[in-house]
């Protein structure tokens, strides 16, 4: 029999946010993978769990070297508990090497589901967030970073990063050269902590308040591209659309009203053009 990895969503500032799940699994683990175990320790203090499982680090600087331990914990049978500061693990943060080797060992992999800067984000930001992607940490680089963005300044679902307080500045700038100084943007600041701050407005506008120094954990979440507005399409490509949807078995009164929707235009406007090119004289030689 394997055992079971399961991943643990912990607290992304206040504790009584912990899942009243965690605090039992924390408790039956037999091994506790922890990004940082001073944290655990705390954390551990403050829902009064006591562990008897044995506690590994598991960060960064290790992954990939702890990570095969941890594999064979799991194929011996064990409960795997791995948690990270804060969130989920995997999220930006220590866990996808681990989940990637479990799941190749047909190994059972579930969670505890918790606190997510990521929606939470979402949430308070007051932008759309019936679509939206998260895109994590952006490059250290200048330069990496501002091709970065514009790679996905068409994107029109809303866009989710993390960032350091040090670089936010920096960061706000080049979303701004990058997706135009008046996106909307939200910075949301200490998260469901004491000094929790939600900064709402124009990039330019972010970029100028962050010059000013800001601190804590940083999530950014950004407005999508707006939609393009309708094509400008001569009529010679309309009636070339249309005649290419009848050949591929649409009735003509369907192949208009799509072309006209695709185009943002009439349907009489699309049609006119039809029939328009229909009586006009053969150019022939």
Known sequence: MTGTLVLAGTPIGDVADAPPRL????????????????????????????????????????????????????????????????????????????????????????????????????????????RFCFEGFLPRKAGERLARLRDVAAERRTLVYFEAPHRLDDTLAAMAEAFGADRRAAVCRELTKTYEEVKRGPLKDLAAWAAEGVRGEITIVVEGAPEPGPQELDAEELVRRVRAREEAGERRKEAIAAVAADAGLPKREVFDAVVAAKNAPHQGP
């Not at 598991?58 to 409960?79: D, H, I, K, M, Q």
């Open 23 to 130: 605090a039992a699994e924390l408790a039956a683990a037999e091994v506790i993978a922890a990004e940082d175990t001073r944290r655990l320790r705390r954390l551990t203090q403050a829902l009064g769990v006591h562990t008897t499982g044995r506690v590994v680090s598991y960060f960064e600087g290790n992954e990939s070297a702890r990570t095969p331990e941890l594999v064979e914990a799991l194929a011996g049978g064990a409960r795997v508990l791995l948690v990270t500061d804060a969130g989920m693990p995997s999220v930006s943060d220590p866990g996808y090497r681990l989940v990637a080797a479990a799941v190749e060992q047909d190994i059972k992999v579930t969670a505890v589901p918790g606190p997510s800067a990521v929606l939470t984000a979402l949430a308070v930001s007051g932008l759309p967030v019936d």
